[in-house]
């Protein structure tokens, strides 16, 4: 049986990876999922031109059913984790995450990138939802355009964009509608679900510090809604751009659904938060045996293959 997917003529002989923000602050945590057995590849946190430290803690917290967060963009800069996956891309395709403030910023990161000796790929963060005053660039149509006219005016290398969940229809369609006259290597969908609220029955306090307590939910609680945006893409994109399906997994089945709903690679935030990167052996183990259990061979017998009623 083989778990093998391709994007942009990169081969990927696992298709499990950490979701960015999870598992990827420093080059040690990075290590323990690029070592990870069950793991492909790895994204670096989001970054930004230089160091951040982001929002006061605690800002990331477990709750029923999954997690909360307003990390607010900690990261160690861009040159940081450039390095880092310049050193290590000789071992397995790579993803760089970037998410600039500012269109200017994501901009002069990618000229860096370009003219840097990175081959693999990047995932450009449309979708942060908790640095306060920045709205999620893409729950705007216009906005996702033009950041995309301006990237692949320079931008050769392979790219992808990191979205948010989706909840009408119709957006499904609008966003597709752009991102479908871009050049892009995939998508990754979904990113957490915004500006929730978790309540500590203990204190009758928020459990998060930043935004009132107001931060992004991931996790079991949010797998219908990553299914439905990796299905709705899927159904909506060209074929040549690819989708890394984010939200909601902790068995293979999880994984084994995402598939089935068109995902190529999977990957994994809250519950490699939880579990660790042990997490990736669990996963593909129990994924091989749903395949087992169905007779499937390989990811092509089944990706995309959801049935209607
Ligand atoms: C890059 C910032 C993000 C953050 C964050 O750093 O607060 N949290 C998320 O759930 N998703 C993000 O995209």
Redesign the pocket.
């Known amino acids: 049986t083989t778990l093998t997917a391709n994007i942009a003529g990169f081969e990927f002989d696992d298709i499990l990876l950490n979701a ?2 999870v598992y990827c602050m420093t080059t040690e945590e990075l290590d323990q999922v690029l070592t990870a057995p069950g793991a492909g590849s790895l994204v670096t946190k ?1 970054a930004t031109p230089s160091f951040r430290a ?2 006061p803690a605690p800002r990331f917290t477990k709750m029923p059913l999954g997690s909360i ?6 990261n160690n800069g861009l040159d940081y984790y450039l390095d880092y996956v310049i050193t290590k891309q000789a071992v397995k395709p790579l993803f760089l995450s970037i ?1 600039g403030l500012t269109k200017t910023d994501n901009l002069a990161m990618l000229h860096q990138i370009q003219a840097s000796n990175f081959n693999g790929l990047v995932e450009l ?1 449309l ?4 640095v306060p005053g920045k709205p999620q660039t893409a729950y705007d149509f216009d906005a996702t355009r033009a950041i995309l006219t301006e990237v692949f005016q320079f931008y050769t290398k392979p790219l992808g964009v ?1 979205l948010p969940p989706y909840f009408d229809i119709v957006h499904f369609d609008m966003v597709a509608a752009v991102l479908n006259d871009f050049p892009l290597a995939f998508v990754n969908t979904i ?2 679900i915004g500006n929730a609220l978790a309540i500590d029955p203990e204190t009758d306090s928020v459990m998060i510090a930043p935004k009132g307590g107001f931060g ?1 939910i ?1 996790g079991e609680i949010v797998k219908p809604t990553a299914l439905a945006n990796v299905r709705a893409l899927r159904l909506r994109l060209n074929p040549a751009i690819k989708i890394i399906g984010t939200g909601g997994v902790q068995t293979g089945r999880d994984v084994y659904e995402h598939i089935l709903c068109g995902a190529d690679l999977v990957s994994v935030g809250t519950n490699l938060a939880f579990e660790g990167p042990a997490i990736f052996d669990r996963l593909k183990t129990e994924l091989l045996a749903e395949m087992a259990k169905k007779g499937y061979r390989s990811l092509a017998d089944f990706r995309g293959n959801l049935q209607t009623l």
């Open positions: 960015a923000g989001s982001g929002n967060n307003s990390m607010g963009l900690p998410a963060n979708s942060c939802p908790n990191k990113n957490s992004g991931g």
